[in-house]
């Protein structure tokens, strides 16, 4: 288990060789990569900055991470948060999913990226050629988080 | 009793603050009633703590709700809704 | 779409890489990669071969993400599925879904990993220290199909 | 009419072939009839075919059950369910 918060690209590949060392026992690999698209709701963004709250950032994803491991059986997990300025198509976020079966793995990364996305103290700002704003929160994320209290 | 206080993203920009040390009365103090003290300081402190606004707050890096009981050396943070990932 | 059916193993950041090109209203890569388990009900697995229908399994493998495409919002997606020798640790396959929204992403990927275990012509056989013998179906694996028909 | 037939896995390992090009008679072929021709060549393909062990049919590809009909020139396989992934 380990999170990284950086303001470093990261190389999926190799996050994922690295993750698989030392376990014999995986079956399974399942990782997300979330990126910077061009277009949202209102305008073309040029760029994105991500705040986050040093300390409390670290301590909130090995906490979503200890919750997926009481739910499905998982042999490691990895998280890496990019912050700082980022451009259109750049890689912001990492979640990779080791376990022996593929059931778990799956709902193990989907699981930690829904809770991410509500409970991690993370924060985007875009800038487009209209001017800089805060990103709004979606419902549909709440209403992703949720569903998982209605799950086994 | 002595907290440390940090703000972020849209708060800290607009209230222009990331980060003060404060005192408050020795009585017991949750997270609403901190917000209410701060709201004092003047409209913008008004809108963005009890305005419309969503707020989250957390005490020594864990989310808490309004009830949340605020003691002596926490560090308590005020931040909209989350949007990382 | 793209599917691939190799001897040669795949590199897992190359591959997202290329399926990402071209494309910039991506969101979300979910990617999946199976692996040879080291252990299995029986024995210690020394080596594992597999075996596959020429023709029928590209075809079989389009087919799925196809179907997966009339599902969810899938901007592109790629399968690579190895034949021949492997070891134990070795990567079996790869599933990558790219799509603008995680929750698509997630259930494509997932989906087509599901339907991949049932319908695609590929037949595993394990080497053991008491012998060779195929791979039994699992149960698991018609359940896990299954369920796609009681979701929307 | 003339079929090309292909064995897979445990089957072909089995009757130690892998294809075939098999002429039938010109009647309506089913895959179930088809196996029931081929179950005749001795016990091991009765075993194979009509046995207890699960044989799923293709026919050009994809995947068909029992009540599939067969066509001159088509491509015929036999396999044991699928294990892949």
Redesign the interface.
């Known amino acids: 288990m380990s999170v990284r918060v950086q303001l470093e690209d990261f190389d999926v590949g190799f996050e994922i060789s690295q993750l698989r060392k030392s376990h014999n026992s995986i079956g399974a690999v399942v990782s997300f990569v979330g990126l910077v698209r061009d277009l949202n709701e209102r305008d073309t963004v040029t760029q994105l900055t991500l705040e986050h709250y040093p300390g409390m950032t670290e301590k909130s994803l090995m906490a979503i991470i200890a919750q997926a491991k009481t739910r499905w059986h998982v042999e490691d997990a990895l998280i890496i948060h990019r912050v700082g300025p980022l451009m259109p198509n750049e890689q912001i976020v990492l979640v990779a999913v080791t376990s022996a079966h593929r059931g778990d793995a799956f709902s193990a990364c989907e699981f930690i990226m829904d809770y991410l996305k509500t409970d991690a103290p993370f924060w985007k700002k875009e800038i487009t050629p209209q001017g800089a704003h805060w990103v709004e929160v979606k419902s549909s994320d709440d209403m992703a988080k949720n569903r998982w209290n209605n799950k086994n | 009793m002595k907290i440390k206080l ?1 703000y ?3 708060l800290k920009e607009t209230l222009n603050y990331s980060t003060e040390d404060l005192t408050l009365p020795d009585e017991p103090y949750t997270i609403l009633k901190l917000k209410a003290l701060l709201a004092k300081r003047g409209d913008t402190w008004g809108q963005m703590l009890m305005g419309k606004l ?1 707020v989250r707050a ?1 005490i020594n ?3 808490v709700d309004d009830h949340a009981s605020i003691a002596d050396g926490d560090e308590v ?1 005020f ?7």
Chains 1, 3 share one sequence.
Do not use: I, N
């Open positions: 940090f972020f993203a849209r969503k957390a890096h864990e989310l943070a931040f909209p809704p989350v949007t990382g990932g």
